[in-house]
């Protein structure tokens, strides 16, 4: 295939795969780096807390690259400071539940090869998750989901090294509402799809449902029956009444009043 040369009568190189760094919108990449600092300071919080809580530097490090599940790290180590590290694991398998059906949702997006899946399936986080469905089908989703992914893995345990170097100046989270940044960060990047009449129906349902069964049930599964919300676009819709064909003669012209000469 031949290549058009250029205005200068240089021949374009070819893009590389995915497209590169100019390939991801300004917007996207400012997106990315707030959810990124956000996590960095939150990686840092839980390297401290690790480290305070008797978990040595090399399994706090390695926890947050194997593993790289957020708030299930945090509750893993409040479980294993406790003594129950099989209540840790249960925990962590169930607070991650919700990642089934991300899969279902951007499995397209991860591409057709194993390796690439395997490697999606390791960065799928919420935020990576919205980022790749509020971009448009095809190759914008796919682009957006790969820079999200990558750039909060790396966030990540960034902050989670510079955690278990300062150790306790780090401090917790909350206190600086950094925990709230997350789902602020969510909320933004969904209320586009929220125009959708069926979406929205879908969002309040499951909404209501996490916040009704988040007192009574552990973690995690409350935003696997927030699924339910699903249920509304089975009910039974009510349909607009279909306007009569015009008689046979063709449409009646309307009543016009005969002026006379």
Not at 133 to 141: D, K, T, V
Not at 236 to 255: H, K, L, N, T, Y
Request: proline residues 9%.
């Amino acid at each position: 295939m031949k290549r058009t040369p250029g205005p200068a009568g240089r021949t374009p190189a070819p893009s590389a795969p995915g497209g590169g760094p100019r390939s991801i919108g300004s917007a996207l990449r400012r997106d990315v780096a707030a959810i990124a600092a956000a996590m960095v300071a939150v990686g840092a919080s839980f390297g401290a807390i690790a480290v305070g809580a008797g978990i040595p530097v090399w399994a706090t490090v390695a926890m947050s690259s194997i593993v790289y599940a957020g708030g299930a790290q945090f509750m893993a180590v409040g479980l294993i400071a406790a003594g129950s590290p099989f209540a840790a694991v249960f925990a962590g398998l169930l607070l991650n539940a919700r990642h089934l059906p991300f899969g279902l949702a951007i499995g397209e997006v991860l591409g057709d090869r194993w390796s690439r899946r395997l490697l999606g399936s390791h960065l799928m986080t919420d935020e990576a998750t919205a980022f790749s469905l509020a971009q448009p089908e095809g190759e914008p989703r796919r682009r957006a989901f790969w820079f999200a992914g990558i750039v909060l893995f790396l966030a990540w345990n960034a902050g989670t090294v510079v955690g278990v170097l300062l150790g306790g100046a780090a401090g917790d989270p909350a206190t600086l509402g950094l925990d709230a940044a997350f789902p602020a960060g969510l909320i933004a990047l969904i209320l586009p799809s929220l125009r959708d009449r069926d979406t929205r129906r879908v969002a309040l349902l499951g909404a209501l449902v996490a916040v009704v069964t988040t007192p009574l049930l552990p973690a995690g599964l409350p935003v696997l029956l927030a699924l339910t919300g699903l249920a509304v676009l089975f009910l039974p819709r009510r349909r607009d009444p279909v306007p009569e064909p015009p008689p046979s003669g063709g449409a009646a012209a309307p009543d016009r009043e005969e002026s006379t000469c």
